[in-house]
């Protein structure tokens, strides 16, 4: 059994900025989460996408005061820490302003139950054992599942699912499988979720971007005692 693994690529105003090496399912809502993570669009009416018809590619229009928005920004590739994926910013905590506490996490009890739906809707996870998976949820049931080999890749392609379906996400959760790094945690907070959940643990740097945006990290999520990881200007 292996996990199917493909590149994607994505030009930019006809350049070539990113290729993803991903599980080939979702790749809109790919190209859009990781367009809005990284500052590119804001909403989906900001980009104009067209898929290659002869490869697994698309070219991106966007407007050139967002492509300004992003160069002022001073961004440099960087390879980080989760499946190899290149970012084209710094995920540095200094540069997130420090926000007040935007949400809280479910219970114990609650946590365990959306984990428990999380990975009983793992259907390739099911077949493989090899994938992520990620989703968002407001505590009581689960938005937009995604499932990919990369982790980064399965919460950019709920982030673009939700911008898709017009789903406001700021306050909502988000749980994912594996590691909460420095890069996922600031396209959460990015995106303005209230807090972010794993059976995991989260990285130093997470934790002080998330300390910064008024985000809640939960480590251990699924054991008895989760490790809440609170921001700096929490009640």
Request: contains cysteine; glycine residues 10%.
């Amino acid at each position: 059994m292996a996990v199917e693994e493909v590149p994607v690529w994505l030009e930019v105003n006809g350049v070539p900025t990113v290729t993803w090496m991903c599980t080939p399912e979702l790749l809109e809502e790919l190209v859009l989460g990781w367009l809005h993570g990284e500052g590119y669009i804001t909403a989906v009416d900001q980009v104009h996408l067209r898929p290659c018809a002869t490869d697994l590619g698309f070219w991106a229009e966007i407007p050139e005061a967002r492509l300004a928005a992003v160069a002022a920004e001073r961004r440099r590739p960087v390879l980080a820490s989760g499946c190899g994926a290149v970012s084209t910013f710094l995920a540095d905590p200094a540069s997130v302003p420090t926000q007040p506490l935007r949400g809280s996490p479910p219970g114990v009890t609650v946590m365990r139950d959306r984990f428990k739906e999380l990975f009983a809707r793992g259907a390739r996870y099911e077949e493989t054992g090899g994938v992520h998976a990620a989703a968002l949820t407001n505590g009581t049931e689960l938005f937009h599942h995604a499932e990919d080999i990369g982790r980064h890749n399965a919460v950019d392609k709920v982030l673009g699912a939700a911008l898709l379906a017009g789903r406001p996400v700021t306050g909502l959760g988000l749980l994912v499988t594996g590691r909460i790094s420095a890069e996922l945690a600031f396209k959460a907070a990015r995106a303005e979720l209230a807090w972010v959940a794993t059976p995991s643990v989260p990285s130093t740097l997470a934790v002080e971007v998330a300390r910064r945006s008024g985000m809640v990290l939960v480590g251990r999520a699924v054991s008895g005692t989760p490790q809440l990881h609170r921001p700096a200007l929490a009640p």
